[in-house]
């Protein structure tokens, strides 16, 4: 089983920067895959950005395609996403994710298997 424990969320200014972390414990040895989601209220989860862990291959969504970067530690207990130039739609509750498929689309919540609770953003 793995843990997720999520911090850095804060409220900032637009074109500010913020870097969130997550903590990750327990059993990763058949992990492949972690990422950041987000949600907003009354939206669906949605994919930021994933790495997968052989190799390092990043992955995001459009709308953060250069602002954002992912990072993992090499022993996989810390996940970090570097937030820059932040916007209004960015304000979201960010969700750290774990998967040990590496068989779907790096985007779709359904794969994942472990998730945290969350750290709110909020761009104002």
């Known amino acids: 089983h793995v843990q997720l424990v999520e911090s850095g969320g804060a409220s900032v200014q637009p074109g500010g920067s913020l870097r969130l972390s997550c903590e990750v414990s327990?059993?990763?040895?058949?992990?492949?895959?972690m990422a950041w989601f987000r949600q907003a209220p009354g939206k669906a989860r949605w994919g930021v950005a994933a790495?997968?862990?052989?190799?390092?291959?990043?992955y995001y969504t459009d709308s953060v395609s250069g602002r954002f970067t992912i990072v993992q530690d090499k022993d996989k207990s810390r996940l970090y996403l570097q937030m820059n130039a932040l916007a209004p739609e960015d304000t979201a509750m960010y969700i750290c994710?774990?998967?040990?498929?590496?068989?779907?689309?790096?985007?779709?919540?359904?794969?994942?298997?472990?998730w945290g609770q969350g750290t709110q953003v909020t761009v104002s």
């Open positions: 994710a774990a998967r040990r498929t590496q068989f779907r689309s790096w985007n779709v919540a359904e794969s994942y298997d472990y």
């Open positions: 327990g059993d990763t040895s058949n992990i492949n895959f």
């Open positions: 790495i997968k862990s052989e190799g390092g291959t990043t």
